[in-house]
Nanobody, 117 residues
């Protein structure tokens, strides 16, 4: 069965960096586009970044462009989110996501990122 397990969250000061990881299993990772979403308290879940199957294409929401980088290692079945120049408004639970050929969504359990001094 599909499993997505995020890690790497934590407490960081404004301007700091974190790298999130999402370890995938139960499907052929290299054939799936992968995404990161986040959900702040009291807010709807929002899309953050996407990466194509080969990693040759990426996309970002405007608020993280130039600060966040999504990448993947298909040999390790892992997708990453490098987050630099973090701001308090980046505080949220970050989720890894993918979708299969039947448009079924798969989510990880999330990892908390808190940006505060």
């Amino acid at each position: 069965q599909v499993q997505l397990v995020e890690s790497g969250g934590g407490l960081v000061q404004p301007g700091g960096s974190l790298r999130l990881s999402c370890a995938a299993s139960g499907f052929t990772f290299s054939t799936y586009e992968m995404r990161w979403y986040r959900q702040a308290p009291g807010m709807e879940r929002e899309w953050v970044a996407s990466i194509t199957r080969t990693g040759g294409g990426t996309g970002y929401t405007d608020s993280v462009k130039g600060r966040f980088t999504i990448s993947r290692d298909n040999t390790k079945n892992t997708v990453y989110l490098q987050m630099n120049s973090l701001r308090p408004e980046d505080t949220a639970v970050y989720y890894c996501h993918t979708m299969d050929g039947n448009s079924h969504d798969y989510w990880g359990q999330g990892t908390q990122v808190t940006v505060s001094s």
